[in-house]
Nanobody, 115 residues
Framework: QVQLVESGGGSVQPGGSLRLSCAAS????????MGWYRQAPGKERELVAF???????IYADSVKGRFTISRDNAKNTVYLQMNSLKSEDTAVYYC?????????WGQGTQVTVSP
């Protein structure tokens, strides 16, 4: 089993920045990829970004050029640096880890972008 603890969410004005962190513990040895999803009220959960153990990175088109995902394998932690935030980025953000036979999810952290 893998446990994920998220931190870094909060409220920010448009154009501001936040950095989310997600630390994994437990059975971490077979993790293939780590990443972030988000879900706004009334909308489907969508992939924001992921990074594989080999460093392959994918971003959603809506966040390209503004968000940066990174991974510290020694600390089993994935980060999401969010710059130039927009009101459309308001959502609950969930980190995840992928293993060959399972996916694990963090508890979610709220990001609110408003004047």
């Amino acid at each position: 089993q893998v446990q994920l603890v998220e931190s870094g969410g909060g409220s920010v004005q448009p154009g501001g920045s936040l950095r989310l962190s997600c630390a994994a513990s437990g059975n971490i040895f077979s993790i293939n990829a780590m990443g972030w999803y988000r879900q706004a009220p009334g909308k489907e959960r969508e992939l924001v970004a992921f990074i594989s153990s080999g460093g392959t990175i994918i971003y959603a088109d809506s966040v390209k050029g503004r968000f940066t995902i990174s991974r510290d394998n020694a600390k089993n932690t994935v980060y999401l640096q969010m710059n130039s935030l927009k009101s459309e980025d308001t959502a609950v953000y969930y980190c995840y880890t992928s293993r060959p036979t399972s996916t694990n999810w963090g508890q979610g952290t709220q990001v609110t972008v408003s004047p």
